[in-house]
């Protein structure tokens, strides 16, 4: 099951996992708001925060992990 970011948006499957050879990578369109938005990963585990606002998701993938929002999209790069 992929997680999602019910925090940030109500929509179902709001978070998409990409699997390619040498990396996996999720997605997430956080709209205009991301620009308020900031992402870190620590330990396996993916945390947004906006405002008040925490989502926070874990990563099933092992390997390191680098997160960015850029133009509203979050993506999270899993090395393989």
Known sequence: ???TLQQF????DV????????RVVYAA???PAAD???VDVVEG????????EQ??????????AEATIN????TVEVAR
Do not use: H, K
Not at 9 to 12: G, L
Not at 15 to 22: S, V
Not at 45 to 52: A, C, E, F, K, Y
Not at 71 to 74: D, I, M, P, S, Y
């Open 9 to 12: 948006d109500n929509r179902d």
């Open 29 to 31: 369109d956080l709209g």
């Open 36 to 38: 308020t938005t900031t």
């Open 15 to 22: 978070l998409r996992r990409y699997e390619y050879a040498d």
């Open 55 to 64: 989502a926070d998701f874990d990563i099933p993938e092992t390997g390191s």
């Open 1 to 3: 099951m992929t997680p």
């Open 45 to 52: 585990t993916v945390m947004l925060v906006r405002g008040d």
């Open 71 to 74: 133009n509203g999209v979050l």
